[in-house]
């Protein structure tokens, strides 16, 4: 938006939409994204000339990224203070449990004089929009819209009878409770839907476009809504050589694992069912000698008997154990998962040591459990935590 002045012009920049802005001579200039070429040049730049990444790498990262120019350059600035490649840096990104303030940086670090993070910028469009009437639907209109494809959506998808039951529902569960005889008040109508995803275009998390057919939503996304990404990535799908997960027949699942916290790639070296006696080693460093009560979260399932714990070799000094347990979960259909049960066991913080410490779970009969995500940290008075959370993706087989 450009106005003359006798000295020169005036460009003030924003990221709404709004009708009122085009008055009164003022002029609109949409600013959209970087072409894959561009994005990718804008990336290489910010990375450093002294960096060498694999072009596939390269590529595939700015398509994540959305090719949004804030996305790049704050990714470049997170990947430049720890030290990772495009590679690296992607498998954080495809990893669903992270949010967006885990992956970029923080307020302190961003580059280029930049004063919002990621998560602080998109949330600046999305909140305002929430505002608008109707109020409280452009958020999870958003999200169901970003379970799509946001190159094209037909717009008539985002009011259909399931998606408007969609908005219903959340409405219902956000609004106030409605008073006797307007039980109907949280019902959505297409129109209603309409106007929710323009408080969307206002804000600019969204693009329409005309087309034949009505319309067609684009989002600016970052990241993918389908399942090639972090926990639902099957093996032959990962960057190295595949090995056998729990996609596979359970006759082929190794009995051992070895497992490496911030080493070992879950995608790669984890895998779900265990039919076979072995022994499931995972190994972490740590940087301190700790003291206190240390507690070890296992979420698990098993058909017979359970599997023992060891730390660093020690049974004697675990108070408590994995549940015994006749689930089947692992000749169940894909519709159907194994019944975890989640067990505390406790010990002292001061069988761990400083550098390299072992959890083993030695097994007799088909069992199985969920990888780790964080290491013991305990200190005196200050309980303790390794927990094993990996979710198990819907529609794969035990």
């Known amino acids: 938006m450009a106005a003359t002045r006798p000295t020169g012009r005036t460009v003030v920049t924003t990221r709404r939409l709004d009708g009122a ?6 002029r609109l200039v949409p600013v959209g994204l970087f072409t894959p070429r561009e994005a990718a040049a804008c990336l290489s730049a910010a990375l450093g ?14 398509e994540d990224l959305g090719f949004l120019p804030l996305a790049l350059s704050q990714a470049a600035a997170y990947m430049a203070d720890r030290g990772l490649d495009c590679a690296a840096y992607r498998r954080r990104f495809t990893d669903r449990r992270r949010t967006l303030a885990e992956i970029f940086p923080e307020a302190g670090a961003l580059p280029d004089d930049q004063r919002g993070t ?15 009437a109707p109020v409280g639907l452009a958020r999870p209109l958003l999200e169901l819209a970003g379970m799509l494809d946001a190159n094209g959506i037909p717009a008539a998808v985002l009011s259909s009878p399931p ?28 129109e209603t839907a309409g106007d929710a995803l323009h408080c969307l275009r206002r804000l600019n998390p969204v693009e329409l476009a005309a087309d034949a057919a009505g319309g067609v939503v684009r989002l600016w996304q970052i990241g993918r809504a389908d399942r090639t990404g972090g926990e ?19 006759g082929l699942v190794p009995a051992s694992l070895d497992f490496t916290v911030g080493k070992d790639w879950e995608p790669e070296s984890w895998y779900y069912a265990q039919t076979e006696p072995g022994v499931w080693k995972v190994h972490f460093p740590l940087a301190k000698a700790l003291d206190g009560t ?48 989640l067990s505390v066991l406790t010990f002292p913080a001061s069988l761990l040591t400083v550098g390299d410490n072992t959890v083993n779970s030695p097994t007799a009969t088909a069992s199985r459990s969920r990888p780790p995500t964080r290491r013991p940290a305990a200190s005196a008075g200050t309980p303790s935590s390794l927990r094993w959370t ?9």
């Open 118 to 132: 990621l998560a602080t910028t998109w949330s600046l469009s999305i909140e305002p929009a929430d505002q608008l």
């Open 390 to 398: 990996r979710r198990r993706p819907p529609g794969r087989p035990g």
């Open 21 to 26: 802005l085009t008055h009164n001579g003022r």
């Open 294 to 341: 240390a507690y070890l979260t296992v979420s698990s399932s098993t058909q017979g008997k359970p599997p023992t714990v060891t730390v660093n070799g020690t049974a004697a000094a675990i108070v408590g154990s994995l549940p015994n347990g006749g689930d089947s979960g692992i000749s169940r259909q894909a519709d159907r998962s194994a019944v975890r049960v």
């Open 163 to 190: 998606a408007l039951a969609h908005l219903a529902s959340r409405r219902a569960r956000t609004a106030p409770a409605p008073a006797a005889g307007d039980a109907g008040e949280a019902a959505v109508d297409p």
């Open 232 to 250: 639902f990535a099957l093996a032959t799908q990962a960057p190295a050589m595949p090995s056998p997960r729990d996609h596979v027949k359970p």
């Open 49 to 62: 000339a002294h960096r060498d990444e694999a072009a596939e790498h390269l590529h595939a990262l700015v």
